[in-house]
Every structure is written in C-alpha cells, then in structure tokens.
C-alpha cells in the first residue's frame, strides 16, 4: 500500500463508504503478507517512496508467480530484475500488460503512470558489453518517474567519444556510469561533470578482471571527488540512489 492509497482507505472510512471492519480489514496486511515461502513487504513504497522489488535470481517461476500475484492484489508497481523469459512468459499468463526487457533482464508491470522529472538521470556505459546493467537501472529508473538519458559505448579507449557528449550529461542531476575491464570511465566522467556520480563496475572483462574486482576496485579508489560506488553489477542499487538523488 502506497501513500496516495492510504489516504484513500482513510477517506472512505471518514466518509462513509468504508466500514471500519473492513478498512481494519485492508490494514491488517500493511506491514507484510505471509506467502509461505516469501514475506512481501507491503509497506516498502509508504516507508522508501517504491514498492519491493523481486530479485529472481534463485527463485522458482512458480515463486516468481506467486509472488507478483499478491503484488498485483496491492494495486501497486511491480519490477522484477534478474528474471528469465520463462519467468516473464508465466507472469504474462496473468498479467498481458507486463513488459519484460530481454537484455537488462527486467520485468515490469506500470499500473501507475506518474509524469517523469524536469530533471534527467544520464546512464553512461564504457561498452556494448555494459548494455544489461544500463538497462536494469534504465527500467527501474523509469518506473520510479525519472527522466532517463541513455549515453552508450563510450569508454576510455576513445575519449573523443565521450567528449561529443559531454553537454548532454552536464545537463543531467546525477550520472550513473557503468564500466566494466579497469572501471576507468568513472573517474574520468567525474573529473568532467559537476555532478553526483555513481559508479557501477560490470563483471564484464578478460581473466585478470576477477568478475568485476578489479573495476570495482579502480571504482572505490578513484582519485576524482564525488564518486559514490555500488556492488558489480548492481544496475538496480544504483538507480535507486540516483533516483533518490533526481527526485525533488
């Protein structure tokens, strides 16, 4: 349950269109829901400003289901992140409106349409390689009404072309820059830009990049200011920092 439904349930029970039985009835299941092999968070969006997320990651289809049915039953958003086109197909079962990005690996289902910021988060990538991540926090990014502008492809080994953009990522509230190899692109981003940057290495690199250790490393000992740094690969955490950065 989300603020604006809250405000609902209690304007109905004023009113009298609600009786109190059944607004206790509603609120009874406000903190959490009991699904049995998960516990959904159904205060998340009225304590974080969103709704929980499904990370699939580990989970069933058949969890994955059941879980986004007792999110429908709120009403509210859902986004589901790591989701297979398995996983995706059995949610469109119930649910033909979902929508489920095949390369960032994101499933979601828009119930509320908000207007998007003035303001704009810039989602900057080294690589095509890098693409995934951009687009799991592209999704989220916009599901939480953000503006997003999707810069990709321009890594360290040919600064001309990130210089080409530069006015367009100057023009962004925060940037979210996605490398992977030495993670390099983040520092060079932030000594260039005025704004809050938020790095994210990728897993995304030949033997000695370790998974993505050795960006996420170059990312945390970066000589430029103002560089925050979320886990490899994390597209979502960072999205939500930048959205909570870009949000008035």
């Given at each position: 349950?989300?603020?604006a439904a809250l405000?609902?349930l209690l ?6 269109e609600l009786?109190i039985?059944?607004a ?5 299941e ?7 092999e998960?516990?959904?968070?159904s ?13 699939c990651a580990g ?10 049915a007792a999110?429908l039953?709120?009403g509210?958003d859902v986004?589901?992140?790591?989701a297979?086109a398995?996983?995706?197909a059995?949610v469109?079962e119930l649910?033909?409106?979902a929508?489920?990005n095949s390369l ?5 289902i828009q ?7 003035e303001?704009?988060i810039a989602?900057v990538t ?9 687009e ?7 599901l939480?009404?953000n503006r997003?502008?999707?810069i ?6 040919g ?6 953009r530069?006015?367009?990522?100057r ?6 820059v996605i490398a992977?190899?030495?993670g390099?692109?983040?520092s060079?981003v932030?000594g260039?830009?005025?704004r809050?940057?938020i790095?994210?290495p ?11 250790l050795?960006a996420l490393?170059?990312m945390?000992t970066?000589?430029a200011?103002?560089v925050?740094v979320?886990?490899?690969d994390n597209g979502?955490?960072?999205a939500?920092?930048?959205?909570l950065?870009n949000q008035?």
């Open positions: 349950m989300n603020e405000r609902l304007e109905q029970v004023r009113a009298g009786a039985e059944g206790v009835s509603q609120l009874r406000l903190p959490f829901r009991d699904l049995g998960a516990v959904l968070d205060h998340r969006e009225l304590r974080c400003g969103h709704p929980e997320v499904i990370y989970k069933t289809v058949a969890q994955v289901r059941t879980i986004v999110m039953e709120g509210g986004l589901a992140t790591r297979t398995e996983m995706a059995a469109m649910c033909p409106e929508r489920y960032g690996r994101t499933l979601v119930r509320r349409i908000r207007p998007l910021t303001t704009s989602i080294a690589g095509t390689s890098d693409l995934p991540v951009a799991e926090a592209a999704e989220t990014a916009l939480f009404g997003v502008e999707r990709n492809d321009v890594g360290v080994a600064l001309h072309r990130l210089v080409a530069l006015d367009a990522i023009c962004a509230r925060v940037v979210i992977g190899m030495e390099a692109l983040a060079v932030a260039l830009v005025a809050p940057v790095a994210v990728t897993s995304v690199g030949y033997g000695a990049h370790f998974g993505g050795s490393l170059g945390l970066s000589c200011g103002g925050g979320v886990n490899i979502f955490g960072a939500c920092l930048a959205s950065i008035p």
